[in-house]
């Protein structure tokens, strides 16, 4: 049984940071593309970041270079490293994983952003 479980959000002042993580199980997690998706109130799920199985990395040119993704294959887990946080930034953060499409989705971690 595949379980994506995310960690790490919550509530930051804007210019803070945040480090999400996701537990990923039940399948062989180093063969697979993992990512994260965002989805704010009234609008569109975005695919913010991704990193394939070798390391290559894709970010959405929103975050402009405040996120980072990394993978730790040893623990079955990514992060997604938040850093200069925007109330723009509010949504709530889904981890995916897949060969080729994204079939696999975690249950959602709340980030919200404000003073």
């Known amino acids: 049984q595949v379980q994506l479980v995310e960690s790490g959000g919550g509530l930051v002042q804007p210019g803070g940071s945040l480090r999400l993580s996701c537990a990923a199980s039940?399948?062989?997690?180093?063969?697979?593309?993992m990512g994260w998706y965002r989805q704010a109130p009234g609008k569109e799920r975005e695919l913010v970041a991704s990193i394939t199985s070798p390391g290559s990395t894709y970010y959405a040119d929103s975050i402009e270079g405040r996120f980072t993704i990394s993978r730790d294959n040893a623990k079955n887990t990514v992060y997604l490293q938040m850093n200069s946080l925007k109330p723009e930034d509010t949504a709530v953060y889904y981890c995916t994983s897949g060969r080729g499409y994204f079939n696999y989705w975690g249950q959602g971690t709340q980030v919200t952003v404000s003073s």
């Open positions: 039940g399948f062989t997690f180093s063969i697979y593309t």
